[in-house]
């Protein structure tokens, strides 16, 4: 299974930016998937999932009303469109793939698989 994040930069507050992670190697309309963000120093925190079916997203607090997920099963690729970009956005993004349990997962430990994380900076 490879999960290749993709579309990470250096921007500037207030601006857009969307994210990609193109998936292979598995049946990707069975799996829930998320996107999970790690600043220096601490801890990968939750972002955003979608359900296998795209219907159902759910997010994390910091980023809900900003940041949009979505899924194109037909393309085995999952997006997430981040908007009004604050600094503390900083972080490598990665996306993740579970193939059992619910979309509203937000532990990594949910997630069976991996990208290599894209990284966004965002800078005054």
């Known amino acids: 299974v490879q999960l290749q994040a993709s579309g990470g930069g250096l921007v500037q507050v207030g601006v857009s930016l969307r994210l990609s992670c193109a998936a292979s190697?598995?049946?990707?309309?069975?799996?829930?998937m998320a996107w999970f963000r790690q600043a220096p120093g601490k801890e990968r925190d939750f972002v955003a999932s979608?359900?296998?079916?795209?219907?159902?997203?759910y997010y994390s607090d910091f980023v809900r009303g900003r940041f949009t997920m979505s899924r194109d099963n037909a393309k085995n690729a999952v997006y997430l469109q981040m908007n009004g970009l604050k600094l503390e956005d900083t972080a490598v993004y990665f996306c993740a793939a579970a193939i059992i349990g619910s979309y509203v997962n937000t532990k990594p430990d949910d997630y069976d698989y991996w990208g290599q994380g894209t990284l966004v900076t965002v800078s005054s």
């Open positions: 190697g598995l049946t990707f309309s069975n799996a829930h």
């Open positions: 979608i359900s296998r079916g795209g219907r159902s997203t």
